[in-house]
């Protein structure tokens, strides 16, 4: 996450404050987060998100309707690709 993490001089990391993660994520750069939930989404994530079943959202990722990563055996889900996806399938009304 760009900007989460501050470097300790000797190769260490050290975690910002809440606080100050939620500024860096609240600049221009960052917009394509949802609220609450982290840069990258499980499965689960995503269907709590849509509030479809786990079921249904696998077969939308395996159809190629919501772009996934694979690590490792997981499956991850930018939360931006996923409101790009809501973009163009939900109608503003």
Request: net charge positive.
């Amino acid at each position: 996450m760009k900007g989460a993490l501050r470097g300790l001089g000797s190769g260490g990391y050290s975690i910002y404050s809440g606080i100050e993660e939620r500024k860096a994520m609240d600049t221009e750069e960052n917009i394509g987060y949802i609220a609450g939930y982290p840069m990258m989404l499980t499965v689960k994530e995503v269907s709590e998100i849509l509030r479809t079943s786990r079921n249904t959202t696998y077969e939308l990722i395996n159809i190629g309707e919501i772009p996934s990563k694979k690590i490792g055996r997981q499956i991850r889900i930018y939360s931006r690709d996923l409101l790009l996806y809501l973009e163009k399938t939900v109608p503003i009304q």
